[in-house]
C-alpha cells in the first residue's frame, strides 16, 4: 500500500498561500495606481518585422494579394493583460501604433521612451527592404509620434552607392540621417547598432556602449553628419550614437523609496544579507552543537 505524505502537501499549499496578498483590491485607488505604475517596464526596444498575416517569414509569391502588416516580437508590458483597473491605466502611456491602411496598428508603443528598432531580418522584412517596407506602409501620424529609432548596421552600404553587390535598397549613411528626419519628424535619438546577431529582443534588452569601439561606423556616422551638415545648416540632426544589445548589462540598483535601501545589490548582500546569514549559521552550529 502507497502512503502519502500529506504533510508535504499542506506544508506547500501554506507556503504558497502566504505569497499571496489577497487585499490587493481593498487598498486605497490612489495606492494601486501607484503599485502599477511601479509594475510597467522601462525603455523598451521595439523590434520590427514586416510580413503578410499568414506567411510571417517568406517573401510573398508573385501575385499574392495579402496584406502586409507590421508586427513585433517584443513582448507587451505585463499590465495590459492583468485586470481591467492595470489595462486602463497602462494605456495611458502605451497605444497601439504602426497601422497601415486599412490594417489597424498592432504594436503597443510607448512614443516618449520606448525605441524602435530597425534589425537584420529575412524574407520581406530583411536588413536591406525592412526600413523601406515599413515608412512606407504606416501612417505618417503614427511615424510623427515616435521619438528615438534605432538601425542595425547591416541596413546600411559602406560603399557609399547602392549597387547589387551591397543590397539594392540599403542607405548610405548620409541617405539614413535624411530618411530618418524625413518620415520621423520629431526623432531626437539614433542609435546605429553594430554587429547585433541577436534574433529574439528579450524584455530587459538595452543598448549599451560597445566593450570595442567600431570606429569605422563612427567615422562614416560622422562624415554623414559633417555632410549634411555643410549642405544644409538648417537642417535639425537628432542625436547619434553607436550601441550593441545586451540583456541586464548592470546589477539592477534598489531603490530606496520602495525598498529601503539604495545602492548595487551586490552591496546590499554583502552588507546586510550575508552578515545575517552568518548569524544564522552560527546560532545554527551552537545549538546543534548543545
Not at 539614413?176 to 547585433?196: G, K, M, P, W
Request: hydrophobic share 35%; net charge positive; aromatic share 8%.
Amino acid at each position: 500500500m502507497a502512503v502519502h505524505n500529506s504533510s508535504n502537501k499542506i506544508s506547500a499549499v501554506t507556503t504558497e498561500c502566504t505569497q499571496v496578498f489577497h487585499l490587493f483590491a481593498k487598498l486605497p485607488i490612489e495606492l494601486r495606481f501607484k503599485i502599477w505604475a511601479y509594475n510597467l517596464p522601462g525603455p523598451r526596444i521595439v523590434e520590427i518585422k514586416c510580413s503578410t498575416e499568414s506567411a510571417q517569414t517568406s517573401q510573398p509569391q508573385q501575385g499574392d494579394r495579402r496584406p502586409v502588416v507590421c508586427t513585433s516580437t517584443s513582448p507587451i508590458p505585463t499590465n495590459l493583460h492583468v485586470c481591467r483597473e492595470s489595462r486602463n491605466e497602462a494605456l495611458k502611456k502605451y497605444r497601439l501604433l504602426f497601422g497601415s491602411s486599412p490594417q489597424p496598428g498592432r504594436i503597443f508603443f510607448e512614443p516618449l521612451r520606448d525605441t524602435l528598432y530597425f534589425g537584420p531580418r529575412r524574407g520581406i522584412a530583411a536588413a536591406e527592404t525592412l526600413f523601406h517596407t515599413f515608412v512606407s506602409l504606416v501612417r505618417q501620424e503614427d511615424l510623427g509620434q515616435v521619438r528615438r529609432i534605432a538601425i542595425s548596421e547591416g541596413l546600411i552600404t559602406y560603399t557609399g552607392s547602392n549597387n547589387r553587390r551591397d543590397g539594392a535598397n540599403k542607405l548610405t549613411f548620409k541617405q539614413t540621417l535624411c530618411q530618418a528626419h524625413r518620415y520621423f519628424v520629431n526623432i531626437e535619438h539614433l542609435t546605429f547598432v553594430s554587429d547585433d546577431r541577436n534574433p529574439v529582443y528579450s524584455s530587459d534588452a538595452v543598448f549599451v556602449e560597445p566593450r570595442v569601439r567600431n570606429r569605422i561606423l563612427e567615422r562614416r556616422i560622422q562624415e554623414a553628419i559633417d555632410a549634411v551638415e555643410g549642405q544644409q545648416p538648417q537642417f535639425k540632426l537628432p542625436l547619434c550614437s553607436v550601441r550593441v544589445i545586451a540583456a541586464e548589462p548592470n546589477r539592477p540598483t534598489y531603490d530606496q523609496s520602495v525598498l529601503g535601501y539604495n545602492g548595487k545589490r551586490a552591496v546590499f548582500f554583502r552588507e546586510f544579507q550575508l552578515p545575517r546569514i552568518q548569524r544564522n549559521m552560527a546560532h545554527l552550529r551552537s545549538a546543534t552543537c548543545a
